[in-house]
């Protein structure tokens, strides 16, 4: 198992320029996440995903949009960067039980010039 | 998450002990977490703990819960260089699908 993987490793955009991150797990997981990581801001919840088709909106999701057409893979799309969404980006997925860990991909690290 | 506090820093000398500290507001916890993030990699899952416990060990790791003070922490034993990372705590509460968590807490161990 891969487990999750997240695509690209790393990305330079410029302001207003549109990229789209994708988020695969191959572990059958119900749920999945986006989160952005900031200094000293910890792990913030962008959205998230319970299942095949829906979506929800975390805590900052203003800026973002996501998909989740198939069960394996989440999509964080960006359709007009800005400085301010310069950061470092985790997926995560977990099966569904309140014990259940939650597993998370290696990060995006992307800057908006 | 502003449910979740936790210390910015902690400098410990190899071979002490090292403890992590938490808070949390939500009474309605089912299980706490431990995450551990090394450079440049993504959070990987220490140990947990079901609210209805006080302590957990495992090896080098004891967690202790202290539910009337919505307090956690995570104890490390015997501290080493490898522990160098920045550790998370983070709650499940019953009815939210997702975890909340803290804003992380950088362990510098020196030699």
């Known amino acids: 198992n891969a487990g999750v993987t997240q695509t690209p490793k790393f990305r330079v955009l410029k302001t207003g320029q549109s990229m789209t991150l994708l988020c695969a797990q191959d572990m059958n997981h119900e749920y999945m996440y986006w989160y952005r990581q900031d200094p000293g801001m910890g792990l913030r919840l962008i959205h998230y995903?319970?299942?095949?088709?829906?979506?929800a909106k975390g805590e900052v999701p203003d800026g973002y949009n996501v998909s989740r057409l198939k069960k394996q893979n989440f999509l964080l799309g960006l359709e007009s960067a800005a400085p301010s969404q310069t950061s470092v980006y985790f997926c995560?997925?977990?099966?569904?039980?309140?014990?259940?860990?939650?597993?998370f991909g290696p990060g995006t690290r992307l800057t908006v010039l | 998450g502003e449910d979740v506090e936790q210390s910015l820093f902690l400098s410990v000398r190899e071979g002490d002990s090292s403890v992590i500290n938490c808070t949390y507001t939500?009474?309605?916890?089912?299980?706490l977490y431990w995450y551990k993030q090394e450079p440049g990699a993504g959070l990987q899952l220490l140990t947990y703990i079901f609210s209805n416990m006080d302590m957990k060990q495992d090896q080098r790791l004891t967690v202790l819960l202290n539910k009337k003070d919505k307090h956690l922490s995570l104890r490390i034993a015997d501290t080493q260089t490898g522990d160098s990372a920045i550790y998370f705590c983070?709650?499940?509460?019953?009815?939210?699908?997702?975890?909340?968590f803290g804003s992380g807490t950088r362990l510098q161990v020196q030699p």
């Open positions: 983070a709650e499940n509460v019953a009815g939210r699908r997702a975890l909340t």
């Open positions: 995903s319970v299942g095949e088709g829906t979506t």
């Open positions: 939500d009474s309605s916890s089912t299980y």
């Open positions: 995560a997925s977990r099966l569904a039980g309140d014990r259940d860990e939650q597993f």
